[in-house]
T-cell receptor, first 107, second 116 residues
Framework: GIQVEQSPPDLILQEGANSTLRCNFSDSVNNLQWFHQNPWGQLINLFYIPSGTKQNGRLSATTVATERYSLLYISSSQTTDSGVYFCAVANNNDMRFGAGTRLTVKP | GAGVSQSPSNKVTEKGKDVELRCDPISGHTALYWYRQSLGQGLEFLIYFQGNSAPDKSGLPSDRFSAERTGGSVSTLTIQRTQQEDSAVYLC??????????????FGAGSRLTVL
């Protein structure tokens, strides 16, 4: 199956800082999504982005499908951004998740 | 319903007992996924259902695990003869396969299973 690698595994930021999270995958995909898991365990979909660039407020994402990677940008981070960010990909039906990036934003 | 509903939210059981976990997807979502998340870990794919097609069971870790989806809606994940290593949060997600939100997963809150 597709291998998904996320980096960095852990990230600590001061409030207001910007960050870039990376997702590399081993095969072509027709589905790629970014999720945020809050400290209470709830997973929220941030972006559906198999290719191209999208923006939603302080978050944006870019997927370069031909080079098999996706980036999630967080600008002006807030303490509520803390949690784990997961990338998930699929080239048929089953979505496979990376191990996640654990983000801690300090006030 | 408005979201993906999972029950029970918490289940504590003794080693060797059978458990059933339930997932009620969003109405109209034909795709349904089960994942397992151990403490501090990522999501492990278990099984995928799509309409009336045969499910993709490639992620089930052993023959103690099974799942069914009745009438293309509610799904039940059954774990027989539970072991301590089965302790985890079991997450269900659903998605439509057409329309503006095609293939976008919505997750339930999960069922936390503790095997003593």
């Amino acid at each position: 199956g597709i291998q998904v690698e996320q980096s960095p595994p852990d990230l600590i930021l001061q409030e207001g800082a910007n960050s870039t999270l990376r997702c590399n995958f081993s095969d072509s995909v027709n589905n790629l999504q970014w999720f945020h898991q809050n400290p209470w365990g709830q997973l929220i979909n941030l972006f559906y982005i198999p290719s191209g660039t999208k923006q939603n407020g302080r978050l944006s994402a870019t997927t370069v499908a031909t080079e098999r990677y996706s980036l999630l940008y967080i600008s002006s981070s807030q303490t509520t951004d803390s949690g784990v960010y997961f990338c998930a990909v699929a080239n048929n039906n089953d979505m496979r998740f990376g191990a996640g990036t654990r983000l801690t934003v300090k006030p | 319903g408005a979201g993906v509903s999972q029950s029970p939210s918490n289940k504590v059981t003794e080693k060797g007992k059978d458990v059933e976990l339930r997932c009620d997807p969003i109405s109209g979502h034909t795709a349904l996924y089960w994942y397992r998340q151990s403490l501090g870990q990522g999501l492990e794919f278990l099984i995928y259902f799509q309409g009336n097609s045969a499910p993709d069971k490639s992620g089930l870790p052993s023959d103690r695990f099974s799942a069914e989806r009745t009438g293309g809606s509610v799904s039940t994940l059954t774990i027989q003869r539970t072991q301590q290593e089965d302790s985890a949060v079991y997450l269900c997600a659903s998605s439509p396969i057409s329309g503006a939100w095609a293939n976008v997963l919505t997750f339930g809150a999960g069922s936390r299973l503790t095997v003593l």
